[in-house]
């Protein structure tokens, strides 16, 4: 039951670091073209979602490698080789931020 575990947080890890350096990418190049709007800015996170989404699904996992490890979070996903990779003690990994709630007024 572990592996499955690990494999998901594997493919989950992966399609985080796609989304983010998808949107990255996006954003930077639409700010020097001088059209940064916040449609913009939500369509390039919606765009980026559904291709990280689908190329997640399409993502080979090594299981070989997985069962090696104990904690699924012990995993780092190279996003431009394609490959689950050992962290490094330098590595930090990137956690997403928690968004504040809105409070409506009545």
Sequence with gaps: ???KA???SARKNFKNSIKLSLVTQLKTIVEELG???KKTQKEIE???EKLAKKLSKEFKIDKANIAEKAEPEQFIVDVQEGKIVKPDAETVLAKPTK???KTVKP
């Design 1 to 3: 039951m572990k592996q």
């Design 6 to 8: 690990a494999i998901k």
């Design 35 to 37: 059209v940064g709007t």
């Design 46 to 48: 919606k765009g980026a």
């Design 99 to 101: 968004t504040k709630a």
